[in-house]
Structures are given as structure tokens and as C-alpha cells.
């Protein structure tokens, strides 16, 4: 990724991924995200990739489970975009999935942080769930 933090991350999450069946497409450049704080930057990654992982292992058969990366810098803005595949229905509440977990006060708080820390710094997450694809699409300023 170029990023020391985000290497480490990504290699653990890739390594779950791999172990459980799911097909990844990676391109990611990380360098840009260095203005970002690094428990920002994991709340954020660290959240995608666990929703990722955990629709993907819902996905039957296996040759279907999917996650898709891509990340780079474009003109003073940083685009970052997760996709994976699922199964089933996603109910959405202001812009953001319902929890399909039984326990809904101890989840569904994952993507609000993300949300949260994006804004944070000035940026904006959109997800859509099209199909069998399940999207997460972030964009940050970066500095001039």
C-alpha cells in the first residue's frame, strides 16, 4: 500500500480473506493517506474490511465470494472504493445498511464510525448495494 500501517492491515485482512475462500483484486495506494491519523485510518479500513469479509463468507458458492479494492489519488482528492459480494437483502437507514445482526445494540456501529471519520476530514462515503454487490465509495481532500 506504501503505508506502514495500512501494509500490516491489509496483509492480516487479505490472509483472513484468502483462508476463508474469497477472491481479492487489489489496487491500492496508501502513500496519500498519511495526513489521516492512524486509529482514523483503522477505524475505517479495519471496519470495510471486516463487513467485507463477513458478507463474503454468507456467499455460497465459493467461487462466488469476492472483494474488490481500489484506491488512489486523482487531482487534490483521494478516491477509495470497496465492493464485495453478498447474499440476501440490506435494508438501508439514511444512507447506510441496517444490521442484520440479532443484537443490534452491541452492532451496526461499524460504518457510522466510518462515516463519522470521513467527514471528519472533510470527506464523503457513499453505499449502494446493487445486485450481488455490495459497495463502499469514499472521498477525501487531500491537501494542497
Not at 495526513?35 to 456467499?59: P, S
Not at 441496517?98 to 470521513?118: A, E, W
Request: aromatic share 10%.
Amino acid at each position: 500500500t506504501g503505508h506502514i500501517l495500512l501494509n500490516g492491515l491489509f496483509a492480516q485482512k487479505c490472509e483472513l480473506a484468502r483462508r476463508n475462500g474469497i477472491q481479492m483484486d487489489i489496487l491500492f495506494d496508501g502513500r496519500p493517506l498519511a495526513q489521516i491519523a492512524d486509529i482514523d485510518l483503522c477505524t475505517i479500513f479495519a471496519n470495510l474490511w471486516d463487513n467485507a469479509i463477513e458478507a463474503c463468507e454468507r456467499v455460497a458458492p465459493l467461487e462466488l465470494r469476492k472483494i474488490a479494492v481500489r484506491g488512489r489519488p486523482n487531482n487534490q482528492q483521494y478516491f477509495f472504493k470497496m465492493s464485495n459480494s453478498f447474499s440476501g437483502r440490506i435494508a438501508f437507514l439514511g444512507g447506510l445498511p441496517v444490521t442484520s445482526k440479532l443484537s443490534t445494540d452491541c452492532h451496526g456501529y461499524g460504518l457510522r464510525n466510518v462515516r463519522r471519520v470521513v467527514e471528519k476530514y472533510g470527506g464523503t462515503v457513499t453505499v449502494d448495494a446493487i445486485g450481488a454487490e455490495f459497495s463502499v465509495c469514499i472521498m477525501f481532500p487531500l491537501d494542497r
